[in-house]
């Protein structure tokens, strides 16, 4: 996610904004910049294509300074990485502006600014919106107006920072399907995308709600609702500190990721999604003319990242109805695969310099696939340098080697992909809003997972003297099983094993026995009663089961049964996600039982970058 500072004080901000846009330096970025309103009432703007600190050189080596000011970090969607095209974008010297997410009508926008004799520098969608407030703030003199009646021209998916030398003390920011925060100072305040970049000068915060536009000066802050009314927002304070220890108060890292999932689902989805579909922009310039071509899907990865893609398979068949395909990286190129035409490469990678995966990608580009595309987690990867389209997932660090929320932003990303894939093959707009609420409300529904912790962890206490677990699923949650049992076998170093549950008489039967605690994962769906028929031949086995069943299922705790309660309403598209979470917990209170390295079980290593 692009990163956003801006400050109003009576010193200069300089410092502040630069150093906001380090601490989001983690979310990835292709070039940065800042604008800042002189002493003497002019605009002055610095960027650089790279990283802040060629912005930091750029500042050195032509200073300046200033009581207003803006900066932003851009991740490319419309005009490649470039100077040019990096942000502040600034209108005739008279409005700079930042801004993250994607403006959907920017071509019916610059048609109309470009018959007003407008001139346009770069590729991006952003300067279309600096050009129209900058038209609106002619007619009206005030930086507050032209942006309230600008925002209502828009779009998409947006969160917009601007200040102007007509109308010098204030900053202006709005919001709509992007993250936007403002920060309570002594006698400044300031902006942001994120609490993060405001730590070393604030803890006290307002978070603007869907529709907010708020003027910043250094006197206070002033929120207006969708409609121009007034609002009140809470101020909260934050219990983070600049020099908090990154584990903060968990006693590892796993276990805080764990718990940042989500926000880090809500970071993949804010300004790819608006109340109705998703932005297909997210992807990169050239999706608008490549995925409506796609007639097959072909996925690559390994591990966590390979059983995201089995769960895609799902979104992608159902959906879309596209034939797709998912394999292992380290057996695709020992092969030869027949490429159907039209068929689009999905690469899935956390890292992006997975060896075995990258290399898939590089033979890909030689086979006569339509296009490439990578799902990852770092921008500056070796993978999203080499694809034709790039999915960013937004985890931000993972530290613990069992990988938690990128496999969950995976699957966030993979479900936006796989929306936009059935739009271009036929799904009607009513279905795809309905999928996006869906998935719209899946950090909500993680949230209320994640206060099962208690219960988990007193399960975790029957499995900390095994030796051998068998996960079941049926569907797209046989994947999710999958998953789990790598977790419970990667950092416990208990023998995991998963099937589908309709499997279980052609082998697996054989195993279980009163010594073999079986995990199922039970959502209401068509499958249910067929799961119930193979969870009755684990009992008549005398078999213990440990159920994660939707309440709607009729599941009871009895002799032999452990049933535990999932929320209520969880969706088809939200099941994969959401059931992914306590089998994540599960595995780390049993590690924790265990006494094993959780962050770095033995023999592991986070990035697998030899074959």
């Not at 968990?250 to 990721?257: D, Q, R, S, T, V």
């Not at 380290?330 to 039209?342: A, F, I, L, Q």
């Not at 039967?509 to 995990?519: E, N, Q, R, S």
């Not at 209520?568 to 924790?592: G, R």
């Amino acid at each position: 996610m692009c990163g956003i500072v801006g400050v109003v004080a009576a010193r200069d901000v300089t410092p502040i904004l630069v150093e906001g846009l380090r601490r989001l330096e983690y979310r990835g970025y292709d070039s940065a910049g800042v604008a800042l309103l002189t002493a003497g009432g002019r605009l002055e703007r610095r960027r650089a294509q790279g990283k802040v600190q060629q912005l930091v050189d750029n500042i050195a080596a032509s200073p300046i300074a200033g009581f207003r000011g803006i900066s932003h970090t851009r991740w490319a969607t419309h005009g490649v990485p470039s100077e040019r095209n990096a942000h502040p974008h600034v209108s005739e010297d008279q409005v700079a502006l930042v801004h993250n997410g994607i403006v959907e009508n920017h071509d019916e926008l610059r048609a109309e600014l470009r018959a007003k004799s407008y001139h346009f520098s770069s590729e991006t969608d952003t300067e279309v919106v600096a050009h129209l407030i900058n038209e609106y703030l002619k007619q009206s003199g005030s930086l507050l107006t032209a942006v309230q009646a600008a925002v209502r021209r828009l779009h998409g998916a947006y969160a917009i920072v601007v200040m102007s030398p007509r109308d010098p003390d204030r900053i202006v920011a709005a919001r709509a399907g992007a993250p936007v925060v403002v920060g309570h100072g002594e006698g400044e305040n300031y902006v942001a995308s994120d609490v993060q970049a405001l730590l070393p000068v604030t803890r006290r915060f307002q978070f603007l709600e869907e529709g907010d536009v708020a003027e910043i000066t250094q006197a206070g802050i002033r929120i207006f609702d969708h409609a121009g009314h007034p609002a009140e927002r809470p101020v909260r304070e934050s219990s983070l500190s600049a020099e908090s220890v990154e584990r903060g108060e968990y006693a590892h890292y796993m276990l805080k990721e764990i718990f940042e999932q989500p926000r880090a689902i809500a970071d993949t989805l804010a300004e790819r999604i608006t109340g109705k579909r998703v932005l297909e922009a997210a992807l990169g310039p050239k999706a608008e003319l490549l995925l409506p071509r796609v007639k097959n899907v072909h996925i690559v990865a390994c591990g966590t990242s390979y059983h995201a893609g089995l769960i895609a398979r799902y979104y992608i068949e159902q959906g879309a109805k596209l034939p797709c395909t998912v394999e292992v990286a380290s057996e695709y190129r020992y092969r030869n695969p027949v490429v159907p035409p039209n068929t689009l490469f999905v690469a899935i990678s956390q890292s992006g310099e997975t060896a075995d995966t990258l290399a898939a990608l590089r033979e890909a580009r030689k086979l006569g696939y339509l296009a490439t595309c990578a799902i990852c987690n770092v921008p500056e990867s070796s993978l999203v340098r080499e694809a034709d389209m790039t999915l960013m997932t937004r985890a931000g660090p993972e530290i613990g080697v069992a990988s938690t929320k990128a496999f969950t932003t995976q699957l966030a990303a993979l479900s936006l992909l796989g929306i936009v894939l059935a739009r271009h093959n036929g799904m009607d707009a009513s279905t795809e809003a309905a999928y996006v609420r869906q998935i719209a409300h899946v950090p909500e529904m993680v949230e209320r997972t994640l206060k099962l912790e208690p219960q988990i962890k007193e399960w975790a206490k029957q499995f900390a003297d095994k030796r051998h677990a068998l996960f079941l699923g049926r569907g797209p949650t046989y994947p999710v099983a999958l998953e789990g049992a790598l977790k419970l076998k990667e950092i416990s170093y208990i023998h995991a094993e998963a099937y589908p549950a309709g499997e279980l008489k052609h082998g697996p039967l054989a195993l279980v026995d009163a010594d073999m605690p079986v995990i199922a994962i039970a959502p209401n769906n068509a499958l249910l009663e067929k799961l119930k028929s193979n969870l009755q031949e684990v009992r008549a086995r005398g078999g213990r089961l440990f159920v994660f069943a939707d309440p709607n299922t009729g599941f009871k705790a009895e002799e032999g049964i452990e049933v535990m309660l999932m929320p209520e309403h969880i969706d088809a598209v939200q099941s994969p996600l959401v059931y992914t979470i306590p089998l994540q917990l599960l595995a780390y209170h049993v590690a924790v039982l265990r006494g094993t390295d959780v962050d770095q079980p033995r023999n592991l290593a986070k990035s697998v970058t030899v074959e």
